[in-house]
């Protein structure tokens, strides 16, 4: 009698296992229906988002028995494009200006089918082989970029937040090797990212003992001093190289003059920033970053990487023996080979070096960095036509851009009760996506600019595009009074 764990073999799991139950036909076919969605879906819309709502996604969904399967790929594949491809957000597209989302470079895609298709995990020797010591050669070559010394390592991370989060760790266990946990501050600026408040939460830092600052040399040097009176031990300065909204840099120089006077682990958000680095135009402004303990750098940012692709340096690699747990079944203390859980939060950990590893050796570093220096003129650029463009005469510019953002408003409109309703207007109507956000109590509009390919005119087609919008939308009371 057949067992009842027994299916059928065309739907059983087993039929589809890749490189048992799956055939290479099978394999190929299967990669080719995805890559020709993935084909349709980017290169057959003249849309960043499709024109449609939340209601009538969600009512797709809901209408989906995922008891019942559909038993075959193609099937499954064709439902897909349905509920999700076809209503995808398309961050390669011109008019797509939104967040600090890139398009994403072919060779980074090669790689992830590479690297999905073997499943490569890198914790372990005996589990990744050639492909630790190929994260290891990317992490030696980032090192050498920020200019770290030969004591440097690092490993890659899922993104900014998990690299902030290991970074404040080890400057947390650090610091608490002579002070108590409840006397640890972490100082950092108003405009760091939201990250760090996290990171503090999840490490036992009291709400009260992450200190704002503003990233001058002299304040915070007031800030540590006035901590460290009232009983508190700074364990952390965390500096930005690259604020979301802004792109301000922080002056590393001094602000590593002041952390190595007192003793404090100095760490650099450079996720959005770090490719400044490459830039022989930029790479100034990056200047002080070889001298901080730890570095965040972001690769599916500026880098052109598909997510999830971040890494996380430090100076000295003695520091990550400040988090490192062995297990005996993993990473025992006395093994032969190199295992990178030893510097990894993640257990299981994907190979997303990989795809970094193939552009590099695809385009070189030098086309980084001219990318970099690309969407910073092209940030300028927008900027000048708010300011001299006749059709952008209702749009006023916050201020001149510092790296790859464009902070503007509509004039008349200074609390910014329309910068919600224009970004949501052009979203619903899948002819633009733009961000809002607030500083200084204002509501600002903003534009994200991270492809190095885009022209001036598909930028300020943009534009012209935020002020149709607003001429249909209800004046707000303020700027009505401003007219009178």
């Not at 450079?270 to 965040?296: F, N």
């Not at 997510?307 to 297990?327: I, K």
């Not at 004039?411 to 970004?423: C, F, H, S, V």
Request: proline content about 6%; charged content about 20%; overall charge negative.
């Amino acid at each position: 009698m057949p067992s009842t764990h027994e299916q059928t073999p065309t739907t059983g799991v087993g039929h589809y296992l890749i490189g048992r139950g799956a055939t290479t036909g099978e394999f190929s076919a299967a990669i080719g229906q995805a890559a020709s969605l993935a084909a349709r879906a980017i290169y057959g819309t003249d849309h960043p988002i499709p024109a449609c709502d939340a209601a009538s996604a969600a009512e797709k969904l809901a209408d989906i028995d995922l008891a019942a399967p559909l038993h075959e790929l193609h099937r499954t594949l064709a439902e897909l494009r349905d509920i999700w491809l076809d209503g995808a957000v398309l961050y390669h597209h011109p008019r797509y200006l939104s967040h600090l989302n890139c398009p994403i470079a072919l060779p980074a895609v090669a790689a992830e089918v590479l690297a999905t298709s073997l499943n490569t995990s890198v914790e372990s020797w005996d589990q990744a082989g050639a492909a630790a010591l190929i994260e290891q050669r990317l992490i030696e070559w980032v090192s050498r970029i920020l200019g770290f010394p030969e004591s440097a390592n690092g490993v890659f991370t899922s993104g900014g937040t998990q690299s902030n989060l290991q970074a404040l760790a080890i400057a947390r266990n650090k610091a608490r090797a002579s002070a108590p946990l409840d006397s640890l501050a972490i100082f950092a600026s108003p405009t760091a990212h939201y990250s760090v408040h996290r990171a503090a939460d999840l490490l036992g830092i009291a709400p009260g003992n992450v200190v704002s600052v503003a990233m001058e040399p002299a304040a915070l040097s007031a800030a540590l001093t006035r901590a460290q009176r009232s009983g508190c031990t700074p364990a952390a300065v965390v500096a930005t190289a690259g604020t979301t909204d802004r792109g301000l840099i922080d002056p590393l120089d001094g602000i590593a003059d002041v952390c190595r006077a007192a003793g404090v682990h100095l760490h650099v958000d450079a996720a959005y920033g770090g490719a400044a680095c490459l830039s022989p135009t930029h790479a100034g402004l990056l200047r002080g970053i070889d001298r901080a303990d730890s570095v965040t750098i972001d690769f599916h940012k500026t880098f052109y990487q598909p997510l999830t692709c971040s890494a996380l340096l430090c100076r000295n690699a003695s520091d990550f023996a400040a988090v490192r747990v062995h297990a005996d079944y993993l990473n025992p203390a006395d093994a032969p080979r190199l295992n990178l859980a030893d510097y990894s939060l993640q257990t299981s950990r994907r190979f997303d070096a990989l795809k970094l590893w193939v552009t590099l050796r695809t385009v070189g570093p030098e086309a980084f960095g001219a990318a970099f220096d690309s969407i910073i003129a092209l940030a300028r650029d927008a900027a000048h036509a708010i300011e001299h463009d006749p059709e952008l005469a209702d749009l006023d510019l916050y201020e001149k851009p510092h790296l790859s953002t464009v902070l503007f408003s509509l004039r008349g409109d200074p609390r910014g009760a329309l910068a919600a309703p224009i970004r949501d207007a052009l979203f619903s109507s899948g002819t633009a996506a733009i961000a809002v956000t607030r500083i200084d109590e204002r509501t600002l509009m903003k534009l994200t600019i991270l492809d190095p390919t885009l022209k001036l005119d598909e930028i300020t087609s943009v534009l012209r595009a935020v002020v149709r919008v607003s001429r249909t939308l209800p004046t707000p009371p303020d700027r009505a009074a401003d007219t009178l």
